[in-house]
C-alpha cells in the first residue's frame, strides 16, 4: 500500500481552486451538485484512508481482537505498518465521527425545535408561480402545492426555509422583515425561499458539511456550496418574478435590516456571507444553463486539478484497501 493509503488525506487540497472558480461561472445549480459530489467523494475515501492506517498499525499486534492470522510475521513483512500512526489514526478516526454526528444532531435538532417552535400557528398558501399554463393541457399532471407561509409577530426581522419531515416544508418570515420590503420584493423574498424547499437544498448542505466534518481541507467546498445555493434560489427567484433588479434589492434590504435568524443552520433568504457578490450576479446577465460554460483557461485548469484529485484520491483509497483485503484475507484461515 505504501504512501497510496496516506494520498486521500491531503488531495482535497486539489479541489480548493475549484471550488472557488465553479461558484463563479458555473451556473448555480450545477455548481451546487458538482462540489457536493466531489465533496462527498473525497471525504470518503480520507474517511476509509484513516480506517485503512488504523487496521494496519494495530491489527497485528498481539493481543487486539482480530483474527491472529492478521498478526502472522508473513502479514507483518507484506503489509507496512507503524502501531504509533495506527493508534493515532483510531483517535483522529472517533474525532470524525463523532464531528459529523454532532453535525447531524445540530441539524435535526434545530429542525426538529423550529418546527415544535411553529406548533399549531396558521399558514397561508405561498404565492403561485406566474408561469402560464397552456390552455389544452388538460391532462397534463398537476404541478405540487407550493410550500406554505408562516408569519410570525416578531420584531427581529428574519426569513427562511423551514423543511418538512415528510412533506414539501414552510417558508417562515417574520412581520418585522416584511414591513421592510415592498410588494415586489416580498414576492421575491417568498420565492427564493421556496426555490430552497423545491430544490431540496438543505440536502446539499448537509451534505458538504459533513465533508467539511470529516475533513476540515474541505471546508472551502462546503462554504462554497452554501454560496452556490444561495444563488440557485435567488436565479429561480428572479424567473419567478420576471425582474432580476427586484430580487437584488430585495436581498440587499433584508440583508441591512436582517438579525440572526432563529433557526441557524437553515437557508435563509438573508444568510450570513458575500451579499455583495449575490446582488452583482443579480445585476448582471443571466448565466448560462448549460452544463459546461464556454473555454475558459483558468475554469479549465481548475476543472482538471480538482479532477485529477478526486480520482487520484478514489484510486489511492480503491488500492490501498484492495491489498490490504487481498493480503489479510490470505493471512485469515477459512
Known sequence: MGVFVVLPLVLPLTAWPMSRLAERRLHPRTATVLLTAVGAILAVCSTLCLALLGVVGTAQLPGNP?????????????????????FAAIGVLALVAAACGHTLWRHYRVRNGAWRALGDLPAEPAPAPTTATPATSVTATEPPAPPALTVLPDE???????????GSGRVVVSDAMLAGLGAPERRALVAHERAHLTG??????????????????????????????????????????????????AVGKAALISGPSPAPGIAGFAAVGPVPRRIAALLGPVPSARLWPPADGSLYAAALIAAAGTAASALSSLNAAVALFVVLKAATPL
Open 66 to 86: 482480530l483474527p491472529d492470522g492478521w498478526a502472522a510475521p508473513e502479514v507483518r513483512a507484506a503489509v507496512p505498518y507503524d502501531e504509533n500512526v495506527g
Open 156 to 166: 427581529v426581522p428574519y426569513a427562511y426555509a423551514l423543511p418538512g419531515r415528510a
Open 200 to 249: 431540496r437544498h438543505h440536502r446539499y448542505l448537509l451534505a458538504s458539511r459533513l465533508t467539511a466534518s470529516a475533513n476540515p481541507f474541505l471546508r472551502p467546498l462546503w462554504t462554497a456550496v452554501a454560496f452556490s445555493a444561495e444563488r440557485w434560489a435567488d436565479e429561480e427567484a428572479a424567473r419567478e418574478v420576471g425582474d432580476r433588479r427586484v430580487v437584488a434589492t
